[in-house]
């Protein structure tokens, strides 16, 4: 059963870049069935698409934080990574990383447990 | 960006009660339409794709319903275990957008 875990810093300073990294286990980043996702959910809020990368290193983000966000892969290391950018308060959420099942009835098949990431001076 | 809308965004129910939620998108999205349960402190877990697709695992009382821009999760008898928040999400085309969430508590 694949596994995915997030790691970074909890605490971000307003302006500053948000990184976080996804583990992943027992499956390969270079599979051609998932996409690579980030997802956040603010406090008692929707779940909201951040973006995702394939394993050609394709990716796509949500417009409402393109120009803020990168999204990488490491193949070396079995992990994908998210850079925000010039974060506020408005980026305080729990911050997912997932697994997106690639077919024509895509989903979320896998999630990371989430880490929570507070933007605050 | 599609628009997804809940309702009701809470609902008390006992064991055994057959329950429905409501979830509506803001343009057609065929039947694009994926279902996650979301427990406190935990990541959502896919419970239903394509709108009436059981996902592996899940049980049976669950089902799914609609296309075009209504669809309906029905729980044919809550179980304990049921308690939780379900979202709504559409996967029709990027970004991808959920509905705020229906929250099933305990009468």
């Known amino acids: 059963q694949v596994q995915l875990q997030e790691s970074g810093p909890r605490l971000v300073k307003p302006s500053q870049t948000l990184s976080l990294t996804c583990s992943v286990s027992?499956?390969?980043?270079?599979?051609?069935?998932?996409?690579w996702t980030w997802i956040r959910q603010s406090a008692g809020k929707g779940l909201e698409w951040i973006g995702r990368?394939?394993?050609?290193?394709?990716?796509n983000y949500s417009p409402s934080l393109r120009g803020r966000v990168t999204i990488s892969v490491d193949t070396s290391k079995n992990q994908f990574s998210l850079n925000l950018s010039s974060v506020t308060a408005a980026d305080t959420a729990m911050y997912y990383c997932?697994?997106?099942?690639?077919?024509?009835?895509?989903?979320?098949?896998?999630w990371g447990q989430g880490t929570l990431v507070t933007v605050s001076s | 960006d599609i628009q997804m809308t809940q309702s009701p965004s809470s609902l008390y129910a006992a064991v055994g009660d057959r329950v429905t939620i409501t979830c509506r998108a803001s343009q057609s999205i065929s039947n694009y339409l994926n279902w996650y349960q979301q427990k406190p402190g935990k990541a959502p877990k896919i419970l239903m794709y394509a709108a009436f697709s059981l996902q592996r695992g899940v049980p049976s009382r669950f089902s799914g319903s609609g296309s075009g821009t209504d669809f309906t999760l029905t729980i044919s008898s809550l179980q304990p275990e049921d308690f939780a928040t379900y979202f709504c999400q559409q996967s029709y085309v990027i970004p991808y957008t959920s509905g705020q969430g229906t929250k099933l508590e305990i009468k």
């Open positions: 990368i394939y394993t050609t290193g394709s990716t």
């Open positions: 997932a697994r997106e099942f690639r077919s024509g009835y895509s989903y979320f098949a896998d």
């Open positions: 027992h499956d390969s980043v270079t599979t051609t069935a998932y996409y």
